[in-house]
Each structure stands twice: as structure tokens, then as C-alpha cells.
């Protein structure tokens, strides 16, 4: 038995931030992201780091399909026009030799200025040089890093479970961490020292990735945006034709869409189906 797809023009935004989708871990939600890819269109979509996890490869080499097909989406949103900039991250840092270069009609920049169509202007940065563990204990970042790894392989089996019940997926990972007291506080001073860098640079709002926690608030005047991740949450951060930005947690809205899909239909429907 099936459930009829609804075919939906995909969704347009004037701009699409995604960074820390990590690809060539098994902890990347691939089938998630190509699912929006295909319905959200974009004129200008920002990379904003840790998009290939380079860390991870010169450990073991791990590249499903899944992988390579978000590869060649994004390189054929670029090809049919859409504006896209790559700003590596920590995880990419190899890619920031390249900075300045386009590949295959994608731009990679150190950083970018984006203006949204009312006026205003963001700052569009990875956010790792606000991270002192990365700067300075590169060896702790590494083995935090291995403790992560850990974190999201029992988040994969935990997920495994849920599929096999019929639920959405959810980041057992993600509520551990949030509920870490020494998490909270670090994710609070990064916020804190990325919204005063923008502040310090004179524009009205920053929009940064690299700590795989999605928020969007006003700090002392400045627009902090965390577009978060798609390992853990699932998230991006839009932005429409009048400059508003919202962030969109599409896990939950692809539950949402099946769970109303499903029941648009009778019983009777469903199984001639």
C-alpha cells in the first residue's frame, strides 16, 4: 500500500542559508536535505561552511550516493542561475586556499556581505573563528570531535528505531547537548562574540553556522541568525522577497506534509492504491 504523491511547485525565497552538512559522515541527513533542495528554489543560496566534512575523509573515506546527488543539486541550482557563494568552515578549511576562485559557476569567498531586499545588510560568516577550542586547542577540538562522532552513531541507531515505529526523525543528539549546562553556556558567548564582530563591522546582522544550533534573535541591536545544521536539526534559514527571514526545521515539516498527506485520503483510496 502507497500514499499518492502530491506534485507542489517548489517554494521561492530570494535567499537560502544552509552550513554543517557534513558531507561524508554517516551522520549526514542527505535525504533530508535533497528533499529541500527540490522544493525550495532560491536566487541567491549561501554555503556557509562545513559543507564536506574533510576531517572525517582523511580518517576513513565514507560517500554514499546520497551524497553525491546533494553535490550535483547544488551544482545544477548554479548552473541554471542561481547566485551561489561557498564559504568554507573549519571541517572544509582546505577549501579556503580557493577563496576568490569559482568552480563550476560556484564562488568561494572567505566570507560575504548579503543586503536583503529592504536594505539591510548581514554579515555571512562560518562563525569557527569565534570558537577558541578550534583556534587554539586544535588536538581538543579534534577529540571533541571524535566524542560528537560517537554521540550522533547512537543518534543513527536511535533514529533506525523510530523509522522502524513509523515516526519522524529526531535528534537525540542535539537534546543531550542542549540540556549540558556547559553546552548552553558556550553556545551563549559565541552567540554573543559573533553578534559584536557584526556589530563591530557596522552591519545589522550576521548570519554564521558551525555550532549546529538553529536561532534567530536581536543581541544589544544586532541580528544574530544561526542557519544550524543538517545533522542534528534539520534546519535552514530563508528569506523572502520582502527581506524577512525565518528558519525552517524540515524534518518536522516533511512529517507534517506526510502526516496530512495520509490522511487526505480514505482508507478505501489508500489501499487501491
Known sequence: MTVIEQQHPPARHHAIFLSDIHLGTRGCQADILLDFLKNNECEHL??????VD?????RWWYW????NDVVQKIMRKARKGTNVIYIPGNHDEAARQYCQLTFGD????EEAIHETPNGKKMLVIHGDQFDGIVRYARWLAILGDWAYTSALRLNTW????????GLPYWSLSAYLKHRVKNAVQFIGNYEAAVASEARR???????????HHAEMRTIEGVLYCNDGDWVESCTALVEDFDGRLRIVHWAEEMARANSSLTTSFTPAQMAAE
Open 46 to 51: 549561501y554555503l556557509v561552511g562545513d559543507i
Open 54 to 58: 574533510g576531517w572525517r575523509l582523511k
Open 64 to 67: 554514499p550516493q546520497a551524497h
Open 106 to 109: 560556484v564562488r568561494v569567498q
Open 158 to 165: 536511535f533514529n533506525w528505531g523510530r523509522r522502524k515505529l
Open 201 to 211: 563591522r557596522g552591519v545589522n546582522g550576521v548570519v554564521c553556522g558551525h555550532i
